[in-house]
């Protein structure tokens, strides 16, 4: 167990819809990392937070958003859903902004179908 | 961007036999991970290890960072090793998200 909790574990809806997934990270974790993991694409970083601030930002598209709140947990809202958009979602911590080691979380499983 | 190549892409393996799986990477690092993505899809930590070498129990790991390579030891391989290894690394300088390799799937049988 990682200590990095994310909720739901698997998720299935329809073309279209809107989802939010969430995350918890390690006690002491400042930092909340979003990687998509899909077939065709790998393992992929899609956005990052730092103590609420968002740091970095990659492949993420423009229908996806995210958030750190006060208590550190993040939150991965996906809006207006394709088919390509079912993969394997992950949340990693680390303790602080910097070349630390990443934890991952258990995922989310998205099925849009 | 930095570039993460892995070898070999597949590997099956008797149980109770040795591996090394190889991580290569294009440009300089100060962070490299592996992981093990179990047949679940949890993605396990294995090794933070920048550069030298660890163990831990059946694994170990050695990253040889002027030489951008790192290589992933698995010994006395068990069905329960079996699934996919990936090493990942910092996109670039300044940067703390990681690139991750493709990775190699390891398939261990009785």
């Known amino acids: 167990d990682s200590g990095v909790t994310q909720t739901p574990k698997h998720l299935i809806t329809a073309t279209g819809q809107r989802v939010t997934l969430r995350c918890s990270p390690r006690?002491?974790?400042?930092?909340v990392y979003w990687y998509q993991q899909s077939l065709d694409q790998g393992l992929q970083f899609l956005i990052q937070?730092?103590?609420?601030?968002?740091?970095a930002k990659g492949n993420i598209l423009e229908r996806f958003s995210a958030q750190q709140f006060p208590d550190l947990h993040s939150e991965l809202n996906l809006s207006s859903l394709e088919l390509g958009d079912s993969a394997l979602y992950f949340c990693?911590?680390?303790?602080?902004?910097?070349?630390?080691?990443?934890?991952f979380g258990p995922g989310t499983r998205l099925t849009v179908t | 961007g930095i570039q993460v190549e892995q070898s070999p892409p597949d590997l099956i393996l008797q149980e109770g036999a040795n591996s090394t799986l190889r991580c290569n990477f294009s440009?300089?690092?100060?962070?490299l991970q592996w992981f093990h993505q179990n047949p679940w899809g949890q993605l396990i930590n294995l090794f933070y290890?920048?550069?030298g070498t660890k163990q831990n129990g059946r694994l170990s790991a050695t990253t040889v960072a002027t030489e951008r390579y790192s290589l992933l030891y698995i010994s006395s391989s068990q069905t329960t090793d079996s699934g996919v290894y990936f090493c990942?690394?910092?996109?670039?300088?300044?940067?703390?998200?990681?690139?991750f390799g493709k990775g190699t799937k390891l398939s261990v049988i009785p």
């Open positions: 990693a911590s680390s303790v602080v902004d910097s070349s630390y080691e990443q934890y």
């Open positions: 006690s002491g974790d400042l930092s």
């Open positions: 937070y730092y103590n609420g601030e968002e740091r």
């Open positions: 440009d300089s690092v100060n962070n």
């Open positions: 290890i920048p550069s």
């Open positions: 990942a690394v910092p996109s670039g300088a300044g940067s703390y998200q990681l690139t």
